[in-house]
């Protein structure tokens, strides 16, 4: 697959809640990079199995799956070499009861064919707000820093 055909495919995988497909299509140690300071998901989480077994649990059990769509459209913006910038877009209601219609601005790295590195971008205070509520923050290997990007 392709760079852009592997993104594709890790939309799809979330849209349609397939772990397994998800999962496949993850390195041993995928990065998620949330550049923010404070809020339950923020800083550089380590580890495709912290990820699935942590952080996407710390999400997901904030919604209903039959009253939300995550990634429900999204579009590639550019791809260069192992990098791809696009965006996506859910809607949908949270547990709370509050509208959840998040824009994500995503910036993805791959290599040998399996996704490295995520740096997500998106409204914080929407997702503190009306995702949230008042769940504890998920505890990051470490705080955001520019360096993590590169």
């Not at 404070?38 to 059990?61: C, E, I, M, S």
Request: proline share 4%; hydrophobic share 45%.
């Amino acid at each position: 697959m392709t760079e852009k055909q592997i993104v594709t495919a890790f939309y799809l995988a979330v849209k349609e809640g397939d772990g397994v497909a998800l999962e496949a299509l993850l390195s041993e140690t995928f990065e998620l990079i949330v550049p923010a300071a404070g809020g339950v998901l923020a800083g550089r989480y380590v580890g495709k199995d912290n990820f699935l077994g942590v952080v996407l649990p710390g999400v997901f059990t904030c919604v209903d799956p039959q009253a939300i769509t995550f990634c429900d459209s999204h579009e590639i913006i550019c791809a260069e070499g192992n990098r791809v910038v696009s965006i996506a877009h859910n809607v949908g209601q949270a547990k709370t009861g509050r509208d959840y219609n998040q824009t994500y601005a995503h910036i993805f790295t791959i290599e040998e064919g399996k996704i490295q590195k995520l740096v997500e971008f998106f409204d914080t205070a929407l997702a503190n707000d009306a995702l949230w509520g008042d769940s504890p923050a998920l505890k990051p290997h470490e705080p955001f820093n520019m360096q993590q990007i590169s």
